[in-house]
């Protein structure tokens, strides 16, 4: 993209990195087996619809609450699936 257009700046490279290339999608083991074969070349035409077809739910969570999910503490995780349900 830089290559592309050399009149980006600083400011809107950071923004373009943090909405669209520095996304940090976290998935558990078993929903990683389900999205591999969506993530295929033949098929893929982005994450979300990957996700999507394996019927993954992203969802956004705060910064600080992504060690207590990485180590399935219950209370937090619970707390997004009560959010996110429906």
């Known amino acids: 993209?830089?290559?592309r257009d050399a009149s980006l700046t600083s400011q809107t490279m950071e923004v373009i990195f943090r909405e669209q290339y520095g996304r940090l999608h976290y998935i558990t083991p078993e929903e990683n087996k389900n999205v591999i074969r969506y993530q295929r070349a033949?098929?893929?035409?982005?994450p979300e619809e990957a996700y999507r077809?394996?019927?993954i739910l992203l969802i956004d969570i705060q910064r600080e609450d992504l060690r207590a999910i990485k180590k399935r503490d219950q209370i937090t995780i619970?707390?997004?699936y009560?959010?996110?349900r429906g």
């Open 53 to 55: 077809n394996a019927g």
């Open 42 to 46: 033949e098929v893929f035409s982005s």
């Open 1 to 3: 993209m830089l290559l």
């Open 78 to 80: 619970e707390k997004y």
């Open 82 to 84: 009560n959010e996110n």
